[in-house]
């Protein structure tokens, strides 16, 4: 069955780094867009970024442009978060999907989620 599991989250100072990682099973990886989102209490989930094939067709926040990288190891069946200039608003539970918001050329695609991981926390204080 489709299995994604998320690790490497925890405490950050602001200004620090963490990689976030997504390992998955259970279906076709490489032909996948995968996807990460965050959803912090009392708040809706958000989309952070998400990439179909190559670093061409990735997407990001606006929240996170220039800070946080999105990449795929598909011999690994693995999807990375690096979020680097970390602040207290990053805090927040953060969800592997597979599906999600990515590019194609100039056209913006969103793929139904039909399958998140059980999160992992990240907290950004000092």
């Known amino acids: 069955q489709v299995q994604l599991v998320e690790s490497g989250g925890g405490l950050a100072q602001p200004g620090g780094s963490l990689r976030l990682s997504c390992v998955a099973s259970g279906f076709t990886f490489g032909r996948a867009v995968m996807s990460w989102a965050r959803q912090a209490p009392g708040k809706e989930r958000e989309w952070v970024a998400g990439?179909?094939?190559?670093?061409?067709?990735?997407y990001y926040a606006d929240a996170v442009k220039g800070r946080f990288t999105i990449s795929r190891d598909n011999a690994k069946n693995t999807v990375y978060l690096q979020m680097n200039d970390l602040k207290p608003e990053d805090t927040a539970k953060y969800f592997c999907?597979?599906?999600?918001?990515?590019?194609?050329?100039?056209?913006?695609?969103?793929?139904?989620?039909?399958?998140w991981g059980q999160g992992t926390q990240v907290t950004v204080s000092s």
């Open positions: 990439m179909y094939e190559d670093v061409a067709d990735t």
């Open positions: 999907g597979r599906g999600g918001p990515h590019y194609g050329g100039p056209n913006y695609y969103e793929e139904p989620v039909d399958f």
